[in-house]
């Protein structure tokens, strides 16, 4: 069969480019995390000499390093110089850690699904799950890593105005759990915000349960933050104002039961405050840049996450806002709107 060369060239053009994109990530990673972009952000022109130097590390590679990182564009090369510049743009995307523009994060979590890719693919035959506790570190903290500057940004400013009264009941004093918590990055932003409230993370995965406590304590909050390994159908405690999931409850094989669990353990006039990854309803309609990443990310992690878990519902991350309102009336609730929404987030008000 004949086919036009031109579509012939365009198809290799797009692979090529996805190829260089892939090895990017990995080059990213290796920036991020021997702290080359920390060392460029702010420096000026520098000679590869000067960036390994404030790198510490090995001349030789860093200049193949710049290389790449200038033909992928992160990086501007003055040829008459033979030096590089980190622009302040990409700086704060690669290098601030306190930028809600960073991505650190992200460059983590893409290379850890390499690391387990011999799991998901093994699950691809049996229809096995891998859960949350069996990937890689570089999953649970670069999951952190990305989310955080988005909760950092959003969080108290966007969202929890969105819902109604709130941010009146956090000021004055509201009992709080986050399930689903992970690093417990959420639940401490949470708690610097609002010093008369009381809050408990959930988490089924021991480790990072570890982690938030240590980091509760290094922020100063540990008066006001416990966290706690339970599952989100069984987490202790009721009377609570607040509840809070962030990005997870897809990730569970029994989303339905973990909806039902919180209507048991929520306040007459408590809030469920549902945080789930942008979608649209249809596969047409995410077929865009964001859906790709959601659809691959669901793949990789969110589906496995789910087949793993008792229920083995298996919505995966696109999960349209009908089959929310679907999950969350019929356990009672009454009251279910998307709240406010980010190009990755939306934020749904679910009330009894």
Known sequence: MAIDESKIEEFMGKVVTELGACEGVALHRIGDQLGIWKAMAGAGALTPAQVAERASCDERYVREWLAAETAAEYIEYDEATGTFTLNDLVAAAM??????????GAWQLACSVFTDLPK?????KTGGGVGWGEHSHDLFEGVERFFRPGYNTNLVAEWLPALDGVVEKLEAGAKVADVGCGHGASTIILAQAYPNSTFVGYDTHDASIVHARKAAAEAGVADRVTFEVAPAQSYPGTG????????????????????????????DDGTWLLVEPYANGSLTENMNPVGRVYYASSTLICLPASLADEGRRGLGNQVPDDTWAEVTQAVGFSRFRRATETAFNRVFEVRP
């Open 240 to 267: 609570y104002d607040l509840v809070c999931f962030f990005d997870c409850l897809h990730d569970m094989g029994d989303p339905d039961g973990a909806a039902k669990h919180v209507r048991s353990t929520l306040a």
């Open 95 to 104: 290098a601030d850690e306190d930028s809600p523009m960073f991505l650190g």
């Open 120 to 124: 998901v693919t093994a699950a691809f």
